[in-house]
């Protein structure tokens, strides 16, 4: 059974306007799980509180309030040992386990959709095992045919300073959008340790 847990405000949004979805994709490192605690963080200093979901099943510890995480529902370890996996193998087990459950979580959306402000999922850290997996396009397609959907592909810009991974990153946003024909912005991260003139 998906569990949530209710947002500390009840927003005034009305009933006929959908709560819109942000995606978080990006390559491992690349600072996915602190731009959404940031986010949030920022979101609450305004008094908005949005309903945060966490696909990351072999996340130690999640920085922001999650009202869904999918470490609940499925034991990553337990995934692990039981059907004698790999990290990438077990973080895919979980989310096509997930996906059996996925309708529960359409339902909880629904039934709070009129009171929240915006909908952010917080994917795994291994890129591939979502945007490229069964799973993650079930879960994309699901909250796209339901809600306003959009993508945010953060980019570690440090990293970036490396014309080879800054085109590696590039290709890879260019797949992702054309996989998912969602609306789809980069977010240039981690660009307080680099200097602007490197980018």
């Known amino acids: 059974m998906v569990k949530d847990t209710e947002s500390p405000q009840q927003a005034s949004s009305s009933s006929d306007q959908l709560p819109p979805c942000l995606v978080v994709l990006g390559m491992a490192g690349s600072g996915k799980t602190t731009f959404?605690?940031?986010?949030?963080?920022?979101?609450?200093?305004?008094?908005?509180?949005?309903?945060?979901?966490?696909?990351?099943?072999?996340?130690?510890?999640?920085?922001?309030?999650?009202?869904?995480?999918?470490?609940?529902?499925?034991?990553y370890k337990g995934v692990m040992k039981e059907y004698g996996l790999g990290p990438n193998g077990a973080i895919l087990t979980c989310l096509n386990l997930l996906c059996t459950k996925f309708?529960?979580?359409?339902?909880?959306?629904e039934k709070r959709d009129s009171s929240?402000?915006?909908?952010?999922?917080?994917?795994?850290?291994?890129?591939?095992?979502?945007?490229?997996?069964?799973?993650?396009?079930?879960?994309?397609?699901?909250l796209a045919d339901k809600y306003p959907t959009i993508i945010a592909y953060v980019v570690d810009s440090a990293r970036s300073t490396n014309p080879r991974t800054f085109m590696s990153n590039m290709l890879y946003a260019c797949?992702?959008?054309?996989?998912?024909?969602?609306?789809?912005?980069?977010?240039?991260?981690?660009?307080?340790?680099?200097s602007l003139g490197s980018l």
């Not at 130690?60 to 034991?75: K, S």
């Not at 795994?124 to 699901?142: A, K, L, N």
């Not at 959008?177 to 340790?193: G, M």
């Open 116 to 142: 929240i402000p915006s909908i952010i999922l917080d994917t795994p850290g291994q890129i591939e095992v979502f945007t490229w997996s069964v799973s993650g396009s079930i879960i994309t397609g699901s």
């Open 36 to 75: 959404v605690q940031r986010l949030t963080s920022h979101l609450h200093s305004k008094r908005t509180f949005p309903y945060l979901i966490n696909l990351d099943p072999a996340a130690g510890t999640v920085p922001f309030p999650a009202n869904i995480d999918i470490r609940d529902t499925v034991d």
């Open 103 to 109: 309708d529960q979580i359409l339902s909880l959306l």
């Open 175 to 194: 797949s992702i959008l054309y996989r998912t024909k969602l609306p789809f912005f980069l977010v240039l991260n981690k660009s307080d340790v680099v």
